[in-house]
């Protein structure tokens, strides 16, 4: 699943593809810094696309929230930060993806 490779001094980044679900929350174990660049549909598959640093060990746990179209979302909800929209099904189902910070 690896797209990318990215020299950064003595660091190695890599952008992984990560297979996630239209549901309320996802968690993927990654590293600190790495960051969330978009979710994709791909063969009627939704995929999220993270870059990450391959020498810092995955023990942080990046959450993705999604929420549909005319669902409600809590104002008290933790901070959000927009990530993407995907649309399923022939254009039917609207799913909206946030990173929650």
């Not at 950064?8 to 679900?21: A, P, S, V």
């Not at 063969?43 to 391959?54: A, L, N, S």
Request: with cysteine; net charge negative.
């Amino acid at each position: 699943m690896t797209w990318l490779f990215a020299r950064l001094g003595d660091q190695m980044e890599t952008i992984w593809k990560y297979e996630i679900y239209p549901q309320v929350f996802t968690e993927i174990a990654v590293n600190e810094h790495a960051e969330i660049l978009s979710v994709k549909v791909q063969k009627e598959r939704v995929f999220v696309w993270i870059r990450v640093d391959d020498l810092e060990p995955q023990t942080f746990r990046k959450r993705i929230l999604c929420v549909g179209t005319g669902h409600p979302i809590s104002r008290s909800a933790e901070r959000l930060r927009f990530i993407d929209t995907v649309l399923m099904n022939d254009d039917t189902m609207v799913f909206h993806f946030f990173e929650v910070i």
